[in-house]
T-cell receptor, first 116, second 112 residues
């Protein structure tokens, strides 16, 4: 079945560091990918829609200069948390759907980001 | 986007059938209904998807009434490993959009 790979699975870094998270669709092409953030005991919150070859669409309240998204190919989207601070610590999850088909979205296994 | 409402939590025992109902009164004509399962520190995993009537796969069944304003996920003979959060989502699948907005989900606790 469709697989979405996310890397790294865990990141621990100092405050002020920028962190890049990769999301890859392994066996299908995805024109659109999605980035979510999930805090402990809470549901997933959609941050942005990543569009291949164009700018990402951010949800209300999400800072686009803080969370840089690049979707350079049909199988790769990256999320960069710039100048991360402890409040950015969270579980980041991406999802993708096979373009042009009535297939459900598939999710990566998430990236646990811890900012010290 | 259609909003969904589910029970916050449910308890069950091993071997029992579990039915989780989701309300989506504002579902649009081209919206599909999709259920996901999430374990702690993992991404959501696809369970089942449907548009109307009944859908069955190797792990679950999905019942959708004619008005499509609700749906019920049925898990036959649950085991301890089915303890997880279950999310019901509605959204379009056609085209290149189809963003999904997660509700609070249902935390299912399966007891021995």
């Amino acid at each position: 079945g469709a697989v979405v790979s996310q890397h790294p699975s865990r990141v621990i870094c100092k405050s002020g560091t920028s962190v890049k998270i990769e999301c890859r669709s392994l066996d299908f092409q995805a024109t659109t990918m999605f980035w979510y953030r999930q805090f402990p005991k809470q549901s997933l919150m959609l941050m942005a829609t990543s569009n291949e070859g164009s700018k990402a669409t951010y949800e209300q309240g999400v800072e686009k200069d803080k969370f840089l998204i690049n979707h350079a190919s049909l199988t790769l989207s990256t999320l960069t948390v710039t100048s991360a601070h402890p409040e950015d610590s969270s579980f980041y999850i991406c999802s993708a759907r096979d373009r042009g088909s009535l297939q459900p979205q598939h999710f990566g296994d998430g990236t646990r980001l811890s900012i010290l | 986007l259609a909003k969904t409402t589910q029970p916050i939590s449910m308890d069950s025992y091993e071997g029992q059938e579990v039915n989780i109902t989701c309300s989506h009164n504002n579902i649009a004509t081209n919206d599909y209904i999709t259920w996901y399962q999430q374990f702690p520190s993992q991404g959501p995993r696809f369970i089942i998807q449907g548009y109307k009537t009944k859908v069955t796969n190797e792990v679950a069944s999905l019942f959708i009434p004619a008005d499509r304003k609700s749906s019920t996920l049925s898990l036959p003979r649950v085991s301890l490993s089915d303890t997880a959060v279950y999310y019901c989502l509605v959204g379009a699948l056609s085209g290149n959009t189809g963003k999904l907005i997660f509700g609070q989900g249902t935390t299912l606790q399966v007891k021995p």
